[in-house]
């Protein structure tokens, strides 16, 4: 997780309150460096991007076919990874919603995604 957030289960239930998709745990990410934005990913395959002051929803990202696992921000806030029970990992532009690479030839399910930014200023 990118950030914190003291207590999603507030944010779920007073700020996004239109989010009404079962899950037995949210993952979220809360976005570098303003953390004025949280992304959201769940149960019904979609990756919501929220206004952390409004609770309002700016944003839905589709491609994934099975429930999101996890989401992070890069360190700029200008892109998001995301994992899915699809066994496909997702890199997207925030700003346009774009996803601009899918990888999809993981052998297994993959809980958990972060970025790692390596000495050439790449990123994993």
């Not at 779920?12 to 934005?37: D, H, I, M």
């Not at 806030?77 to 993981?106: K, P, Y």
Request: with cysteine; charged share 20%; glycine share 8%.
């Amino acid at each position: 997780m990118c950030g914190q957030l003291k207590n999603a289960h507030y944010f779920y239930e007073n700020r996004a309150p239109r989010y009404k998709v079962p899950f037995g745990c949210l993952p979220f990410s809360l976005c570098p460096p303003s953390g004025q934005q949280i992304a959201s990913g769940g149960e019904d395959r979609m990756i919501r991007l929220w206004d952390a002051q409004t609770g309002a929803c700016c944003q839905m990202l589709s491609g994934h076919k099975d429930r999101v696992m996890s989401v992070a921000y890069s360190s700029s806030g200008n892109q998001l990874a995301s994992v899915s029970e699809d066994r496909t990992i997702r890199l997207w532009d925030v700003i346009s919603g774009h996803c601009f690479a899918t990888m999809d030839d993981v052998e297994s399910t993959i809980s958990s995604v972060v970025w790692s930014e390596n000495s050439d200023g790449s990123f994993l």
